[in-house]
């Protein structure tokens, strides 16, 4: 076996965007996304292919699920149109899709294996790939066990487990494509650590991450599983739009033309994002809400029909959002408290122009009484806003972090709810090699 077809383990961050949800949608916008210390990742082992099922095999499995595993196997597609897996029913368990990890094997086999000179289906062999989540991914239904696992398991299916929407899909994605790409490529053709594979997995991760989604959102959350925190400008949609579907005449070409094209537009600005010593960024889990849908329609509609003063508003969370993004880095708290507090406002008028439950008013009330604790500095409901999350600055210190929980166990009795302070941190560091062997994960 080729000395690159080994083991390896790659693991991506979670997102949570601080500033500037839906003006990020739009190229002329950026917004501030910082990287979490919730990571997935993504083990891979080469297997013998099993007896009498296929022998063109690739099995993924996530063990923090009850029976959640896929086996695939893969075929050549005729006229450069690279590789196509079909999920095989190993007849022992209930067959169950998985999008995501679907599509995403698609893509990057179909890329690897279409690269110039020529196409070489033969670097593809028989391997197993194993997801494990860090476990701020998903709110618990049972009691933590102890002691307490770094991969909990979830004792459900996946489909049934509640996100807590740190962005499992587009860190799943991005960690996947970069252990595939890992495995099956020598160093020469794919190293993660150079900037040049850097923009390899960004670029066919975003594509892979599109499609599986079935649309394509600014990409600000696979922007982050690959580059951690940044100021993010996304790409042009239009680079994603001439890309036939997989499984056709001339996909395997046309994934390599755009993934390595120059025309990417993206711009990651890391230099002007950093947390100053002494602050964290944590985040609140907030179940019990109602779900928020279509929020991004009602803010287009509305932008569409009031373009001067939508435009405006825009540009306000985008000044503001780099006001935040230099007080984080110097650590100013005062500047940090009065930006954060001015998005809040802006994000709060959004909503109530457009009719999106942007801030909704449960939201504003808890937020309020939090950033009242001492050792807060700011908060913001991050993202698309809505019900079920929320993001404080605070001090990095045992008081407020105990101030905090005590609150918010108050603040759910009283008020029916169930909030929460996640374990997970902002972190700056995006996509990387993890340097365990990914054995025995269970005793992590
Ligand atoms: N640990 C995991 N193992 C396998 N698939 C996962 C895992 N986490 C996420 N996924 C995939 O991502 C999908 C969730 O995506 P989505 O609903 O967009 O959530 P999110 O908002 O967290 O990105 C799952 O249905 C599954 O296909
Ligand atoms: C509205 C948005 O600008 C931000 C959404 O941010 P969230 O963090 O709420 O995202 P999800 O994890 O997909 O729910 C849409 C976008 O940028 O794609």
Redesign the pocket.
């Known amino acids: 076996m080729p000395e690159h077809k080994k083991s390896c383990v790659v693991s991506a961050p979670g997102k949570v965007l601080l500033a500037g949800g839906y003006i990020v949608l739009d190229r002329e916008y950026s917004g501030l996304v910082f990287g979490l210390s919730a990571r997935?990742n993504v083990v891979s082992h080469p297997i013998q292919p099993t007896q009498g099922v296929h022998l063109t095999e690739i099995v993924?499995e996530?063990p923090?699920?009850d029976d959640?595993s896929w086996v695939y196997g893969y075929t050549p597609v005729q006229g450069e149109g690279g590789v196509k897996v079909t999920q095989l029913d190993p007849g022992t368990k209930p067959f169950k899709p998985?999008?995501?990890?679907e599509t995403t094997l698609n893509y990057v086999l179909s890329y690897i294996v279409s690269l110039p000179p020529k196409p070489t289906f033969t670097t593809i062999t028989p391997a197993k790939f194993i997801?494990?989540?860090d476990n701020d991914?998903y709110s618990s239904s049972s009691a933590s066990p102890s002691p307490a696992r770094r991969f909990r398991h979830l004792g459900q299916t996946?489909?049934k487990a509640n996100?807590?929407?740190?962005?499992?899909?587009?860190?799943?994605?991005t960690s996947l494509t970069g252990c595939l790409l890992s495995t099956y490529l020598p160093p020469s053709l794919f190293s993660l650590s150079s900037p040049s594979g850097r923009a390899t997995l960004h670029n066919l991760s975003q594509a892979a991450h599109c499609a599986?989604?079935g649309k394509i959102g600014s990409g600000f959350?696979v922007a982050s599983a690959v580059y951690g925190s940044c100021i993010y400008r996304r790409f042009s949609p239009s680079l994603l739009s001439s890309l036939p579907p997989s499984g056709t005449k001339g996909f395997g070409k046309a994934v390599v033309e755009t993934v390595n094209s120059s025309d990417w537009d993206q711009e990651i600005n890391k230099e002007e994002t950093d947390l100053a010593k002494g602050l964290k960024i944590r985040m609140v889990d907030v179940t019990g809400g109602t779900a928020t849908v279509s929020m991004v329609k009602l803010v287009n509609a509305w932008r569409e029909g009031n373009k001067p003063e939508a435009d405006e508003l825009f540009r306000h969370v985008e000044g503001r959002m780099r006001v935040l993004a230099q007080a984080l880095k110097t650590g100013d708290e005062p500047a940090i408290k009065k930006a954060m507090s001015e998005v809040r406002k802006l994000m709060k008028t959004m909503g109530e122009r457009s009719g999106a439950e942007i801030e909704p008013g449960s939201q504003t009330k808890m937020l309020d009484e939090i950033e009242g604790l001492e050792g807060v500095v700011g908060s913001v409901v991050p993202g698309a806003g809505g019900y079920d999350a929320a993001a404080l600055v605070i001090r990095d210190d045992e008081g407020t972090v105990g101030r905090v929980n005590r609150f918010l166990e108050e603040y759910s009795q009283r008020e029916g709810v169930k909030a929460r302070l996640l374990d997970v941190l902002g972190e700056v560091e995006g996509a990387r090699v993890e340097s365990w062997d990914g054995g025995s994960w269970e005793e992590l």
Do not use: E
């Not at 998985?98 to 990890?101: E, G, I, R, S, W």
């Not at 996100?163 to 994605?173: D, P, Q």
């Open positions: 997935i993924v996530s923090q699920f959640d998985n999008h995501f990890v997801i494990l989540a991914y996946i489909t996100k807590t929407g740190l962005g499992s899909s587009a860190a799943l994605v599986a989604q959350d």
